[in-house]
């Protein structure tokens, strides 16, 4: 007696194959660059700081009104300005250590990093107005020694300090450069966020 039973056919294969899922070396990737730009950002506001700080300069210059010479020192610690400016860029540089350390724990363990990237993007927007307020109020202080201003007869600084003026400028170039790498950092956190998003 012959079986009735026919064999079964397998289903019809899909022509459409399951998306791949998001490859992890990208996202490891990714907090790489948020290392390496995290520890430029400790270096620049690190040298930021020291520069302020030792800008110390004594010359023989006159003393007005009367214009009589005096020996006098020029320190960052003179202006309210320049005392905000290291105070700012010391948070900036304590931040990116606390920072640094943390993006090298998501690279370690992975499951926290979109959680990590929401904090570095709203943090990092925090101390980059922190750092640019710095800067500006800084900055401002600086191009009035640099230049003076004659109609309300603030005489140029930088004549008579120019080592001081030079350390001055130095240490606004490296805060600068620190702004710039925050804005590259909110980018890089916004960037991975929308490509998570879309996984």
């Given amino acids: 007696m012959e079986s009735t039973d026919k064999p079964a056919t ?11 899922p998001p490859p992890a070396i990208s996202r490891v990737n990714c907090f790489v660059v948020d290392v390496a730009l995290r520890v430029l950002l ?13 800008s110390k300069e004594t010359e023989f210059v006159p003393v007005p009104p009367a214009g009589v ?26 931040y990116s250590i606390i920072t640094t350390l ?25 101390i980059f107005g922190v ?15 640099y230049k003076g ?6 005489t140029k600084v930088c004549p008579n300090y ?8 130095s240490s606004l170039a490296m805060s600068l450069l620190a702004s710039i790498v925050l804005v590259l950092l909110i980018f ?7 490509k998570r998003a879309r996984d």
């Avoid at 750092?131 to 020694?145: D, F, H, M, N, R």
């Fill in 188 to 194: 890089l956190s916004i960037f991975s966020l929308y």
């Fill in 102 to 126: 943390a993006s090298l724990s998501t690279i370690l363990k992975p499951a926290f990093s979109k959680k990590f990237l929401l904090y570095f993007a709203f943090w990092d927007v925090l």
């Fill in 69 to 94: 010479m005096m020996w006098r020192t020029a320190k960052f610690n003179h202006s309210p300005a320049f005392i905000y400016f290291v105070t700012a860029l010391s948070v900036a540089c304590l």
């Fill in 162 to 169: 120019d080592k001081f003026c030079d350390y001055i400028i």
């Fill in 131 to 145: 750092v640019a307020s710095a800067l500006g109020t800084a900055g401002g202080v600086a191009y009035i020694g």
């Fill in 149 to 154: 201003n004659s109609h309300v007869g603030w």
């Fill in 42 to 54: 400790f270096a620049a506001t690190l040298v930021a700081v020291v520069v302020m700080v030792t």
């Fill in 10 to 20: 397998p289903p019809p294969k899909s022509d459409e194959a399951p998306p791949p």
